[in-house]
């Protein structure tokens, strides 16, 4: 096989596993983990059964599809995170509306997970290894991640966090964001402005080198 036939062999499967992916996440945000079915899924994605299970072996393998996806919508996210705190925090508030907005008004599916449905991926890790693994690697990717945010220098001369107090400031922003996800699910309604004004305040406090 020529590798211009492979790639576009790589290319299509790729589509068909982010189609699966994208029904899962549509189903299990509207009917929860243990509601949504492998048929009603396959019927979202207009696709037989049969098919997606050539890609996932069943529910858990779709989790963990979607999570692992995450990582690369996170991974974007972080690019913004490389300017100034502000910034940051305007983008982490304008993220937390569009998580939170009515997916009738979206014009095409969000693949970032809303509130409810990571509250319910978290606790289904408790049960089950599969999902519990690619919370794991998310996990130590954001952690990664925040961790190289705070030490980055901040102006000419700068060093960023000092290494004594990385892990520690670390924790607390991981906690300020995870802690963010639950205001999500039960205050969507949460003012943009004003959590841009918390996390401004927030993050500058975090970066700052004492």
Not at 57 to 80: P, Y
Not at 97 to 116: D, G, H, I, N
Request: aromatic residues 4%; charged residues 25%; proline residues 4%.
């Amino acid at each position: 096989m020529s590798s211009t036939a492979e790639n576009s062999r790589q290319q299509r499967a790729l589509a068909q596993r982010n189609r699966i992916l994208d029904a899962a996440q549509q189903c299990f945000s509207e009917n929860g983990f243990h509601g949504a079915s492998m048929a009603n899924i396959a019927e979202t994605a207009q696709m037989s059964p049969g098919l997606i299970y050539r890609y996932f072996k069943g529910k858990s393998e779709l989790i963990h599809g979607i999570v692992s996806r995450q990582i690369e919508l996170i991974a974007e996210d972080l690019e913004t995170f490389k300017s100034s705190a502000s910034e940051a925090a305007r983008h982490i508030a304008e993220r937390f509306k569009e998580v939170v907005s009515s997916p009738k008004r979206r014009t095409t599916p969000s693949r970032l997970l809303e509130p409810a449905l990571i509250l319910e991926i978290v606790a289904e890790s408790g049960r089950d290894p599969v999902i519990a693994s690619a919370l794991d690697e998310l996990d130590t990717y954001v952690d990664k991640a925040l961790s190289g945010w705070l030490a980055l220098p901040q102006g000419d001369g700068d060093r960023g966090v000092p290494p004594d107090q990385l892990a520690a400031r670390t924790l607390i922003l991981r906690s300020l964001l995870d802690g963010l996800k639950m205001r999500q699910a039960r205050y969507p309604e949460l003012d943009e402005q004003l959590l841009h004004q918390a996390l401004d305040i927030a993050l500058h406090d975090l970066r700052r080198r004492d």
